[in-house]
Nanobody
Framework: QVRLAESGGGWVQAGGSLRLSCRAS????????LAWYRQAPGKQRELVAN?????AYADSVKGRFTISRDYANNTVYLQMNSLKPEDTAVYFC?????????WGQGTQVTVSS
């Protein structure tokens, strides 16, 4: 079983920045794809950013968010800059390992206007 520990969420004013972290219980060398999702109240969970053989972002965050990984610490990051109120959501780390999806507990990000 893969365990994911998320941190870095919080409150920030519009235009501010936050960095989310997700540390995995296994080596991320074994994981071909890592991703961040988010879910706002009343909305479906959506893919925000993915990193594998390529890096991809939702159109709504392109140019503002950056996904990266630290192999030594088995951690994936999401750097979020120029935050907007519409970025407010619970953010979830996701990995696929042995054809099974594993999810973190989620971390709340609130952006005030």
């Amino acid at each position: 079983q893969v365990r994911l520990a998320e941190s870095g969420g919080g409150w920030v004013q519009a235009g501010g920045s936050l960095r989310l972290s997700c540390r995995a219980s296994i080596s991320i060398f074994s994981i071909s794809s890592l991703a961040w999702y988010r879910q706002a109240p009343g909305k479906q969970r959506e893919l925000v950013a993915n990193i594998g053989s390529t890096t991809a972002y939702a159109d709504s965050v392109k140019g503002r968010f950056t996904i990266s990984r630290d192999y030594a610490n088995n951690t994936v990051y999401l750097q979020m800059n120029s935050l907007k109120p519409e970025d407010t959501a619970v953010y979830f780390c996701n990995v696929r390992f042995n054809r099974i999806d594993f999810w973190g507990q989620g971390t709340q990000v609130t952006v005030s206007s």
